[in-house]
């Protein structure tokens, strides 16, 4: 079993493998498997990587992201020209439906607006946006359409989570309430409940997902 020290040694070790991150300006904080990041990254991407690569070690449950972006000078841009860069960028992903998704940019902060008909579309957008200089932060207030559900969305969900290797989708139980998907269970890491998630999400009819999933390292481990 990890303990706590075990995982922020790992955690600092794995931040130190990322050539794009200056891991000296991030602090480290855990308790019961929660982690908190501190400090301050220069991208917005950085922040995202961060999250990312943390979610990946061994016994963490949670992550607090509390990091700040501080862009460098050469990077800071006028919000209208950071707006029209957004814009563009939204046109030139053909995964994202951009008639149907309004840019806000305040003080280098992008928020997403609109209604799509797939969950990915929204996840998407938000993906095309993260790596432009001069975004400080993205708010994704994009919804999804709520389309008649199938009435064998569950089973749909379930064929969703089965194409996941990297879980196993007979530790999680499902419940439709309407539009809402809610997952029970066990995964091996904060990483996979949070692809676990997403593959819930994709499922056409389901509009949000209620992730209840408990994070067990030693979950699958014979007795």
């Known amino acids: 079993m990890h303990s706590d020290n075990d995982i922020h040694k790992d955690v600092v070790a794995e931040l130190k493998t990322e050539p794009n991150l200056r891991d000296d300006d991030i602090a480290v904080g855990i308790r019961d498997g929660v982690v908190t990041l501190a400090g301050y990254v220069d991208s917005y991407a950085d922040k995202w990587r961060a999250e990312r690569i943390v979610s990946k070690v061994k ?5 607090v992201n509390d990091l700040q972006v501080r862009l ?3 990077d800071r841009r ?7 860069a ?3 960028a939204l046109k ?9 998704v309004q840019v806000i940019v305040e003080d280098g902060w992008v928020t997403l607006k609109g209604e799509v008909d797939w969950y990915y579309q929204s996840e998407e957008a938000e993906r095309a946006l993260r790596n432009l200089r ?3 932060g993205i708010s994704n207030l994009i919804t999804v359409a709520k389309t008649p559900t199938p009435t064998d969305v569950k089973q749909r969900i379930v064929d969703a ?3 996941g290797a990297q879980f196993d989708a007979d530790r999680i139980t ?3 309430d309407g539009h809402r998907a809610i997952l029970k269970g066990t995964v091996r890491s904060y990483a996979e409940a949070r692809d676990a998630e997403r593959a819930a999400r994709k499922v056409a009819g389901i509009t949000e997902v209620d992730n209840q999933l408990t994070v067990d390292p030693l979950a699958y481990v014979p007795v």
Not at 78 to 84: I, Q, S
Not at 92 to 100: T, Y
């Open 134 to 136: 001069g975004v400080k």
């Open 161 to 163: 989570l089965r194409r």
């Open 92 to 100: 030139w992903d053909i995964l994202v439906p951009d008639d149907k």
């Open 78 to 84: 006028p919000d209208p020209e950071l707006a029209r």
């Open 59 to 63: 016994g963490v449950k949670a992550i």
């Open 86 to 88: 957004a814009v563009d």
């Open 72 to 74: 460098p000078s050469e």
């Open 174 to 176: 499902i419940e439709i």
